[in-house]
């Protein structure tokens, strides 16, 4: 087994008497994505300094293999790959140093990512000749991230990242630190106060309480199972009930077999209206994502707010009953122990297989698909598309014609043979030959139809018309001839009916167009002129999706899911039906690590296991 990156046993740091900044901390760091939270003087900043060296124990052993490198007999050769990178909460910025020279001062000889596509990834081309006290606090701190990541070191360490950037640079830098961290397979600890980023952004986290670790663990796992109401609320708005508390504001019997721990979370709750109820609804409140309804028991007189979802303002003096998804129909549902987590799908052989180098670089798989001949097309994080054979041999291979902006992300074939790839950061489709010579290239930057943003995945309908998604604030799903010509676009940016935020997959599929909507967690379902079915999984539907990035169906109407934070595939029947999972997040066998692409060919799923540098083959 891997050593952990930072082996804490005992450790302290100690602070004006008789406080302690930290006590008594044990705990190892592993590889991946870990956050630190914890209320404002708990010890977060600090803990950050140990990791990076700023500040050592006063007591207590650190260890690990980053310490190792910092402090042991292995850093005085001065060769290799930089072991941490940091950005502090107060930036650490270089007063003399433009924006470029930040980049410059700190990158590789040979980075993996140019100086240039960092600048433009957060947003920061038009202030590259600026020094930093000309610079707004938003362009300052995306300044201090883009740094700590363009030194394509082992393990980014981030305080408090972008803190102070608006919500579409915030989620653009998101998307950058994402991909920097697939490109150069660092890992990644970030310390936060910032809930959404947790659940999007890491897998484990660390919290503190007034210098002490308080839990630490999987971030699913705390988030539905807190130790207590204040790590829950650390983690977003939660309803808390007391042991007993909750069953008497549900219709009778239907909530005191639930299974409901204290925390339940608005998205597992709703508020119906119910002649029977026991309850009234004095005030509701819409506040986006979510709605605070008060309600009075009737019989007790007890008054208690209820955050709830779908996000709907209930009209005041209705009868009403708490009803929470989990039981019956929604068994399956985010409490991480019942018939989803338990259910796995019965999978045969399991083999996997890396790419072929790129010079010094070893590339990570980014999309796949089938090439409609028995091949399967890969993208890879260099920029290139390569054929293999189904057991994983490589047929052929060529570059795309621009790759030093970004790399693509989707992949389909055509009916008539050609290739289309979803070119993300040039906005456009590239359609290919089979033999990989360009064919044409549709679309170019903008929000007008038949234009993209950033176009992620492609797909093919039956009729040979190719179907693309994008994100970007642009977020939507447009339809187009082979030729360019524009036929249709849906969707919007939002978190409503019908919107998505970050659409990453899509599949039609027998009269409907699927769509992995990835920021919301869930599948939507369209009709093929674009009109909105419905939900397809949701998790007001009791569904728990951990960031679905890829959708595909298999001969028999099924269909599967990748998730890229839960690092698994779920199945799911034609009709909606839960039908299994496989895999978990990890770097061993039977695991993945932020799966990007997923596709059926041959009897068996094929994931681009991007965080782990390797296709899977799945037999089923």
């Not at 980053?66 to 270089?94: C, Q, Y």
């Not at 947790?198 to 986290?205: T, Y």
């Not at 971030?219 to 539905?224: A, I, L």
């Not at 169906?553 to 034609?574: N, W």
Request: glycine letters at 12%; a negative charge.
């Amino acid at each position: 087994m891997q050593s952990p990156l930072w082996d804490l046993c005992s450790v302290s740091v100690a602070g004006r008497a008789p406080a302690a900044r930290l006590h008594d901390v044990t705990l190892a760091i592993p590889a991946g994505r870990t956050a630190v939270v914890g209320p404002s003087g708990a010890g977060k900043s600090t803990l950050l300094h140990l990791l990076v060296g700023f500040e050592r124990p006063t007591g207590g052993v650190l260890g690990g293999e980053i310490p190792d490198r910092l402090f042991g007999a292995r850093r005085a050769d001065g060769a290799g790959r930089r072991p941490v990178s940091w950005s502090p909460s107060s930036w650490g910025l270089w007063p003399q140093f433009t924006v470029r020279e930040h980049l410059e001062a700190v990158a590789p000889a040979s980075p993996a990512v140019p100086i240039d596509e960092w600048l433009r990834r957060f947003d920061l081309l038009g202030a590259a000749g600026a020094r930093p006290g000309r610079l707004s606090w938003g362009e300052r701190s995306r300044l201090s991230v883009a740094r700590a990541l363009a030194t394509e070191a082992e393990v980014v360490v981030l305080d408090e990242p972008l803190a102070h950037v608006d919500p579409r640079h915030a989620e653009q830098g998101w998307q950058a630190i994402r991909d920097g961290l697939v490109e150069t397979g660092a890992s990644l600890v970030f310390a936060t106060h910032d809930a959404a980023a947790v659940l999007f952004h890491a897998e484990r986290l660390i919290g503190l309480e007034a210098g002490r670790v308080a839990v630490w663990g999987v971030v699913d796992e705390v988030y539905h199972r807190p130790p207590s109401r204040e790590i829950a609320e650390l983690l977003g708005r939660t309803n808390w009930f007391e042991p007993g508390a909750l069953s008497p504001w549900g219709a009778a019997g239907e909530l005191s077999t639930a299974g409901a721990g204290p925390c339940v979370r608005p998205e597992r709750v709703r508020i119906e209206e119910d002649p029977q109820g026991p309850c009234t609804v004095a005030a509701s409140r819409f506040g986006g994502e979510l709605t605070a309804t008060d309600l009075v028991h009737l019989e007790s007189g007890e008054q208690r707010t209820v955050l709830h979802r779908p996000a709907r303002p209930l009209d005041p003096g209705r009868r009403a009953a708490l009803k929470l998804l989990g039981a019956g129909l929604f068994a399956w549902t985010v409490s991480g122990c019942g018939p989803q987590a338990a259910t796995k799908i019965d999978v045969g052989a399991v083999r996997t297989w890396l790419l072929p180098p790129a010079g010094r670089s070893l590339p990570a798989p980014r999309g796949v698909g089938p090439d409609g001949t028995g091949a399967l097309l890969v993208l890879d994080t260099v920029g290139r598309v390569l054929k293999f054979s189904p057991d994983g041999e490589l047929l052929t291979s060529w570059w795309m014609p621009e790759f030093e902006a970004g790399r693509p992300e989707g992949v389909c074939a055509l009916p008539d043979g050609r290739i289309a790839v979803a070119d993300t950061h040039y906005h456009r489709l590239v359609l290919f030959a089979a033999d990989g010579t360009v064919d044409r290239m549709l679309g170019r930057e903008g929000t007008s139809p038949g234009e993209f943003i950033y176009p992620v995945d492609v797909a093919c309908t039956a009729e040979g018309d190719l179907l693309v998604c994008e994100y970007g604030g642009n977020d939507r799903v447009q339809q187009l001839r082979p030729d360019g010509e524009f036929v249709r676009m849906f969707g919007s940016f939002g978190t409503g009916p019908g919107q998505f935020q970050r659409p990453s997959g899509l599949v039609a599929d027998d009269g409907r167009i699927l769509v992995a909507d990835a920021i919301n967690n869930r599948v939507l379902a369209f009709l093929p002129n674009g009109d909105l079915v419905g939900p397809f999984a949701a998790p007001e539907m009791g569904a728990e999706l951990g960031y679905p990035y890829d959708i595909t169906r298999d001969e028999v109407g099924r269909l599967y899911v990748v998730e890229y934070s839960a690092g698994r595939i779920t199945r799911f029947e034609a009709d909606g039906r839960f039908a299994g999972t496989w895999g978990e997040t990890g770097r061993e066998a039977n695991q993945l690590f932020t799966p990007w692409g997923l596709c059926w060919h041959g009897g068996a799923l094929y994931v681009a296991d991007t965080g782990n540098r390797r296709m899977v083959r799945i037999e089923l």
